[in-house]
């Protein structure tokens, strides 16, 4: 049972590059929602998804991107990578909104020069 | 808006000391109450949570109740353990048509031999 997954682990960008970071899960969760983790800011949250085609912002969106055509995939897409972008990136799933815990991958270190 | 607040880290500690992360929060309705813990390294695991008032939370030895009066969850372990160092976050969710969660910022604890 490999839960959810996140690829890649760590990667570099140039300012302005585009990128798509990958979120899968095989529990057959219907909510989804991406993290960003900040030192001395806990994690806050990007976007998120409660079911295949719907999708709506959290408390940090702007400059991210985000789809969900299935209900495993949920990938996360910066558009123009910028410094204050560099962080570790965190996808999560649960049953449903209201129904946590929810489950947490490993994560993505992005840096952005 | 909801929020929590959780005491600074870092906290180090002897091995067999006792612990306590203070957490508190702010929620409009009635939230459920979690702590995740973060290994190094790792995403998030749920380590317990608490879904009404007075409702005790526990797992691995670690406790945690619900107080409404005082809008509390703080975090004890009566004996920690090296393996025990860790990121420690509290969060909280509101049902309905919030339900997303909540962080605080979070407590980095190590624990010393």
């Known amino acids: 049972n490999a839960g959810v997954t996140q690829t890649p682990k760590f990667q570099v960008l140039k300012t302005g590059q585009s990128m798509t970071l990958q979120c899968a899960q095989d529990?057959?969760?219907?909510?989804m929602s991406w993290y960003r983790q900040d030192p001395g800011m806990g994690l806050r949250l990007i976007h998120y998804?409660?079911?295949?085609?719907?999708?709506d912002q959290g408390e940090v969106p702007n400059g991210y991107n985000v789809s969900r055509s299935t209900t495993e995939d949920f990938p996360l897409r910066l558009l123009s990578a910028a410094p204050s972008q560099t962080s570790v990136y965190f996808c999560?799933?649960?049953?449903?909104?209201?129904?946590?815990?929810?489950?947490f991958g490993d994560g993505t270190r992005l840096s952005i020069l | 808006g909801d929020s929590v607040t959780q005491m600074e880290g870092p906290v180090t500690l002897s091995e067999e000391a006792f612990l306590t992360i203070n957490c508190t929060y702010t929620a409009t309705g009635y939230p459920s109450l979690f702590w995740y813990v973060q290994y190094p390294g790792e995403g998030l695991q749920l380590l317990l949570k608490a879904t009404k008032a007075d409702d005790k939370g526990s797992n691995k030895g670690f406790e945690a109740t619900y107080r409404k009066e005082t809008t509390s969850f703080h975090l004890e372990k009566g004996s920690v353990q090296v393996s025990d160092s860790a990121v420690y976050f509290c969060?909280?969710?509101?049902?309905?048509?919030?339900?997303?969660?909540?962080f605080g910022k979070g407590t980095k604890l190590s624990v010393k031999p």
């Open positions: 529990m057959n969760h219907e909510y």
């Open positions: 969060a909280l969710t509101v049902g309905g048509s919030q339900g997303n969660l909540i």
């Open positions: 999560a799933s649960s049953y449903s909104r209201s129904n946590q815990p929810q489950h």
């Open positions: 998804s409660v079911g295949a085609g719907i999708t």
